[in-house]
């Protein structure tokens, strides 16, 4: 039995676990294939209403495994590694209209920040480290890394980032707003919970139509994104969670929403 990703699902939280502890979960072809999978099995099941990505052991992802790139027998290509591993993977996150949080418990490196980057919401704890480490071994950053980081901290910050390929902490990646938040490491596990809880129990209808619009803002003009926000809020407002939203509010209680 594969064991590369382990899955768990509690309260409407499914976490998706790397789990290949002894290569700091670092990717072979085998464990991208199957996130894929599972990432599939989660965008179709309803009782999944949120998503955590998150790593065994002392690591989130040291990215590609290079045992596998180094190695005749194994080694896919650079070509398949891209258009079947990692490409997939990030269009996958994209699309799924859950939100997604990247519980970041350890290093994350090479693909395995840009995968992190490309998540809905991005949680480490004080000990991690971030580091686009394509430049030390002669390679440009992959896996959305150009698209999402100039995006969230600037031109300049990614640029020098992807080029000295410096580590950068929890600490500095919040504050320069690549993370949503860094906890300290007693409190990291229970913080992940919390907002993964609270994520299931909200509108996930909305949620998912919210994360659609944030996608289309990349490439819209002003006038297409205003036209498709009048579209998704008019569907949102026929939605069961509206009412329900609505009706709780004047009743005075919390709403008991069903992601439809």
């Keep these: 039995m594969n064991e590369s990703i382990l899955k768990e699902l509690n309260n409407g939280v499914a976490t998706?676990?790397?789990?290949?502890?002894?290569?700091f979960n670092s990717f072979n072809r085998e464990m991208a294939l199957?996130?894929?999978s599972e990432l599939d099995a989660c965008a179709n099941d309803a009782s999944v209403r949120a998503i955590v990505i998150t790593g065994s052991g002392k690591a989130f992802c040291a990215g590609q495994d290079l045992k596998e790139v180094t190695t005749p027998d194994l080694n896919p290509g650079f070509k398949k590694i891209l258009e079947e591993h990692y490409n997939p993977i990030i269009t996958r996150i994209r699309a799924i209209e859950k939100p997604i949080i990247a519980a970041v418990n350890g290093v994350a490196a090479g693909a395995?920040?840009?995968i992190a980057l490309a998540c809905d919401i991005v949680i480490a704890h004080e000990k991690v480290s971030f580091i686009q480490a394509f430049s030390k071994i002669g390679?440009?950053?992959?896996?959305?890394?150009?698209?999402?980081?100039?995006?969230?901290?600037?031109?300049g910050k990614a640029s020098a980032l992807m080029m000295l390929g410096d580590k950068l902490s929890a600490t500095e990646a919040e504050q320069m707003g690549m993370i949503y938040k860094m906890t300290t490491l007693e409190d990291f596990q229970g913080e992940v919970e919390t907002i993964a809880t609270t994520l299931a129990q909200m509108p996930?209808?909305?949620?998912?139509?919210?994360?659609?619009?944030?996608?289309?803002?990349?490439?819209?003009?002003l006038e297409q994104q205003?036209?498709?926000?009048?579209?998704?809020?008019?569907?949102?407002?026929?939605?069961?969670d509206y009412v329900e939203g609505v009706t709780a509010f004047v009743e005075k209680r919390k709403?008991?929403?069903?992601?439809?």
Excluded at 139 to 155: K, M, N
Excluded at 210 to 219: A, G
């Design 16 to 23: 998706l676990t790397l789990n290949r502890p002894e290569v």
């Design 34 to 36: 199957l996130l894929q």
């Design 112 to 114: 395995g920040a840009n």
């Design 139 to 155: 390679l440009v950053p992959d896996s959305a890394g150009t698209f999402f980081l100039p995006r969230l901290i600037g031109f």
């Design 204 to 221: 996930t209808k909305a949620l998912g139509m919210t994360k659609r619009l944030l996608n289309q803002s990349m490439s819209n003009t």
């Design 226 to 240: 205003l036209a498709l926000e009048s579209k998704l809020q008019i569907e949102a407002a026929s939605s069961e």
């Design 255 to 260: 709403p008991n929403f069903k992601g439809r």
